[in-house]
DNA sequence: AAAAATCGCAACCGCGGCAGA
DNA sequence: ATCTGCCGCGGTTGCGATTTT
């Protein structure tokens, strides 16, 4: 005998999220975390199967969702990390944090796939179409793709914003250890900027918390947060849910949310 | 102003790998 | 050792929002 079926799909809810069951679904992962999610309906009092409570809380309830616009500097890494992995959104997703497997999905599908085949290239081997696949494109496309020297310059720009922000994050862990280590701070702007990159993340709790009719909640103690230096860039949801004092922002938030 | 077409995105489905019984 | 469920992933669908006719 195997397991104990995930899914009893007799009688279980399907199609969109209520504000309510997203906030049942929020406080029973914030209070107890995930252990298994078979039983997280059943103990969260929600009529949903596990799989559909887990694909809830990724891509749309994880309190460190990056949502909003995507920038040329997102869409280049994208088309360049497709080109090396394929369809493996989940590979390229771990390059974005904050942003889901499935969201990037839906952007190449809906915006990145038609912007490579307006500049004729193909979407599934990003090589060159053949003249008689292009010749089908208008000429007015092309020119609105193809970049002018001042979008070129723009982009460039933003690429090197980007790479200055990946700079950023591997320096800063050291650079927080040493203010751990030896006590003192450069507090230099520098510092301060990119300490101002992560808090932006942060920030964005309290879109979360109106979208799910949250009011009156405390507002998070930044200085807490600057003491504690346990960031890594590399996967800061995983730092999250293993930082106890990350944790301890939405108790801050107080009964209203929990 | 209304209908039709298109877009964007949340959610579902099915499959494969892994692991528990 | 084998069977079967769980989990994560990628593909696809459905529907509300927006744009076009």
Redesign the pocket.
Known sequence: ???????D?VGL?????TIEEDNKLMNFILNNGI?????VPKLAGLM?????C???W???LRPDLK?GAWTEAEEDMIIQLHSQ?????????AHFPGR????I???W???IK?KLKCLGLDPLTHKPNNQSDNSAIKTEEIREYNSSSQEQEIVKELDLQDFQMQENGQNLNTSLNEQKSTGTSSSSLDEENKLLCILDEIKEFPKMEESLGIQDTQPLDISYIGVNNDFQMEDPFQNWINSPFQWEIFRSLGDNFL
């Not at 992995?85 to 997703?93: C, D, H, P, V």
């Open positions: 005998m195997g397991r104990q079926p995930s899914c799909k809810k399907r199609g969109h999220w252990q298994c999610w078979r039983l949903r199967c596990g799989k559909s887990r694909l809830r990724i891509n749309y949502r992995l394929g369809n493996r959104w989940s590979k390229i997703a889901t497997d499935n969201e999905k839906n952007h599908n809906t915006k038609k």
